[in-house]
C-alpha cells in the first residue's frame, strides 16, 4: 500500500482534535458539591445538564464555569431512571452545547470532553458500538445503546462525548464495569424540557404488588399479591389475588409489559384492566395515579 | 461389601421442561444408580439452586436492591428504604449492574419480577 499517513497529516488531525475540545470547552462546566466532582454542560441559558449518578443528595451544589467563574447552583429536576439531571444558575449569556441530530455510527472518532475547575478535560477514542433503543436497569427509556471506548475520568462523568462534526452525540456517563455509556442528544431533548417543567419525570401509579404468573392455558399475566389501601388499585376495586390479564383490551404478559404501560402520559388516564378473579373474567375502570416521589 | 453394590437412590427434581427432567434422561440407565421420584426414600438429592434458571446468583441485598430498581427508586430512594448508606445503595446497584450485564440480561424489572413482588 503506498499510502502512509504523514508528519503532516498526523499534526492536522492533532489540531483539528484540540480545536474541536477548545470549541466545546466553552459549554462545560465542572459541577461540584462537597464531597463529588464531575461535569455538566450547558442545555440552555441558565440550565446545566449533568449526570443524576453523579451528583449527591443534598441541593449544595456550585458550578464552575469556563473560564473559571464560580457560581452557586440549584437542583431544577432529575430522573435517575435516564440518568439526566437539570441545575439552574442565575447567570446569563451562557453559549449552549450544540446537541447532535444526526445518527452516530459504531467507528467513528469522538472526544469526551469534561470540565475541572473551569478547564477541559478529553478522552479520547472511537465509539464502540451503537445499537437500538434500550431500557435502563431504573425503566428509563434511551433512545439508543452508543458505547464509548476511551478512558473517562471521574470528574468527566456528566460531560459531553464530541463527533468529529462538533456535534455533542449525547451526555458520557458510567455503565457497567466502567465503561463509558453515552446518554443521546435525543434522549436529553425529551428529558430535559419536562425536567425544567415539572422537576421529574412523571411514573403512573397502580397502588399494586405485582408478580408474573402462569396461566393454566400456557399463557402468563401479573398477579396482585397486595394492594395499597389508599391507592387508585383499591379505589377501583381491584382484590388481593385478582390476575391481571389485559390493559384496555391489550394483553398483559407480564408485570414488566404493566411498568411499560405506566409512562408519563398515563397520569390520570383511566383504563380497563381485565382480570381473572377466582378463575372467573371480571373488569375494573382505574385511574392512573402518579407515583408518589420517593427521593 | 455388598452394601457398596447396592444402587445409590438419587432423588431429581424432574419437573416437565427442566434441568432435572434432561439430568434424568442422561443418568438413565447409569449403572450402580437408580432415579427415585419425589416422596420415595433416596440417599442424595439434586434440586435446583434457587436462581439457577438466571444463570444470576445474587445476595439477598442484592435481591432487595433489584426489586426496588425495577419500581425506579433512586439510590437516595433505596438507600432510605433498606436503611443502608446511599454509597453502600450506590455499591449495590453498581455490583448489580454488572452481574446483569455479565449474562446480558439488563432488564431489571423482568429479572425482578421472576424473584418477587414489583410495586406499581
Redesign the interface.
Known sequence: MAASVSLKQLTELSTALADLTAAAAASLVSVRSRRTRSSGFVWQDGLIVTA??AL??EDDLTVVLAGGETVPARIAG?D??TDIALLRVERAGLAPAPLATAAVRAGSLAVAVGCEDGTATVAFGAIARVAGP???????EIDARIEFDGRLRRSGEGGLAIGVDGAAIGMAVF???RRVLVIPAATIARVAPKLASDGRIR????G?????VALDDERSAAMV??V?ASGPGAAAGVRQGDIITAWDGQPVA???A??RL?GPDSVGRTVRLALRRAGEPTEVALTVAE?PV?? | MKADRDPIRLLLDRTAGGPGERLAELLAGVPGLRLVAAGEAADMAIVPLPAADNGIALTPRERDVLTLLAEGASNKAIARRLGISVHTAKFHVGSLIDKLDAVGRTDAVAQAARLGVIHL
Do not use: E, F, I, N
Open positions: 443524576d449518578d449527591p443528595d432529575r435517575a431512571s434500550w431500557r435502563s436497569l431504573r425503566g428509563g455503565g457497567p464495569r411514573r403512573g401509579y397502580l399494586l404488588g405485582l408478580h408474573t399479591m397486595s395499597d407480564a408485570v414488566q404493566l411498568l405506566l407515583k420517593s427521593g
